[in-house]
């Protein structure tokens, strides 16, 4: 019979698929996946987090998971073979006196904590950090948000004059958020919509990542992600102004056209990396967020740039970085240029001679 770490091996390998594939499928750490097929529990954090892990992972693999869950409760509770020779000796009354005593000890002392349980007032130990933590509350600036939150923590979506709030009200063995629409609970790795303005369509999708159920001081791992309807119901409610500059390009012929639309909105560029490589950013035309930025990205990082106007970047290998524009609903590839070779580009509005809008990539030298 396969071991729990065998099973999942095997599965991973008919299926082709790597720890870093899966750990982008699962939003779990590659060496938790590694851990897992190790048994290797003592890697983990706590054993909800191993339950939860291996859950997830068991569904990517398309395995039963029950069956998963009882292999590793089995490890669990097995127990090490008495030696024989103990077995054949003749057993002396003194260990039997000194094991009832130790027994009647174990007794009381669970007694006693039993009252002490029974007596503390339930979720005060989560009170007490929630203290300890200011609640934070955060604005949703891209179409896709993945971050941590904590009890208390809330999250601004904006359109146009109006903001829509979301906010993490309780962690058990389910998340709760207060939603515009209500109460909405999820469990671990669920998805749900949420019609943040009463029209009767989902507009944003909230997903439970990862949490410890009834552990608030891990908090949960949401990712939130605005719908292609509502984004572009806000980029349209967006007015964006163009300087003078870039109305007037010098030159649309070299350039590589992204959008083309009747009015400027504002977008995204976000990028996956799929090697080492530096980058540098820019945002154009707006004095609150001028200046550059520049990081040194590895395999599997990802970074979410949003813009009203145009974006600079710079890339010292155009291969290892993978780009997607998004905006107006759409979501469009971008392709830099080639294994090792450094770039450095604008990705800005337009306006053309029809008085169109044309969202350009425009290389620089």
């Known amino acids: 019979m396969e071991s729990l770490g065998q099973k999942l091996k095997n599965a991973r ?39 939860g892990f291996l859950r997830n992972y068991g569904e990517c693999l398309s395995l039963d998971v029950p069956e998963l869950l009882s292999l590793y409760r089995v490890l669990k509770i097995q127990e090490q073979p008495v030696p024989v020779d103990t077995l054949l000796k003749d057993p002396s009354p003194l260990p039997r006196i000194i094991v009832t005593v130790l027994v009647i000890l174990v007794l009381l002392g669970g007694i006693g904590t039993g009252v002490f349980f029974f007596l503390k007032r339930p979720g005060r130990e989560a009170s007490a950090a929630n203290v300890r933590r200011a609640p934070a509350e955060y604005t949703m600036n891209t179409e896709l948000l993945e971050r941590r939150f904590y009890i208390g923590d809330s999250l601004l979506v904006p359109l146009g004059e109006n903001q829509y709030k979301l906010e993490l009200s309780n962690l058990g063995d389910a998340l709760s958020i207060d939603t515009p629409g209500g109460l909405a609970m999820l469990d671990l790795g669920q998805e749900l919509s949420v019609d943040l303005n009463n029209d009767g369509n989902g507009d944003l999708s909230v997903t439970a990542a990862d949490f410890a159920k009834n552990d608030t001081a891990a908090g949960a791992l949401l990712r939130f992600q605005l719908s292609a309807a509502f984004q572009h119901e806000e980029a349209s409610a967006a007015v964006v102004s163009l300087p003078q500059e870039m109305v007037s390009p010098s030159n649309l012929s070299s350039s590589t056209v992204i959008f083309t639309a009747g009015s400027a909105y504002p977008f995204t560029l976000q990028t996956v990396f799929q090697g080492y490589c530096m980058f540098r950013w820019e945002i154009l035309y707006e004095r609150d967020r001028q200046g550059r930025n520049e990081q040194y990205f590895q395999r599997a990082n990802e970074l979410n740039i949003q813009a009203n106007n145009g974006i600079r970047i710079w890339v010292s290998n155009a291969q290892a970085a993978k780009i ?42």
């Open 13 to 51: 390998e008919e299926k082709g698929l790597s720890f870093d594939e899966i750990s982008r499928e699962t939003n779990i750490a590659s060496r938790y996946l590694e851990a897992l097929e190790r048994e290797d529990f003592a890697a983990f954090p706590g054993e909800p987090y191993i339950l």
């Open 324 to 365: 997607n524009v998004i905006g107006g609903g759409q979501t469009v590839p971008l392709e830099l240029g080639g294994a090792g070779e450094v770039v450095v580009a604008d990705v800005r509005w337009v306006r053309d001679e029809e008085n169109r809008y044309r969202l350009v990539m425009m290389r620089l030298e």
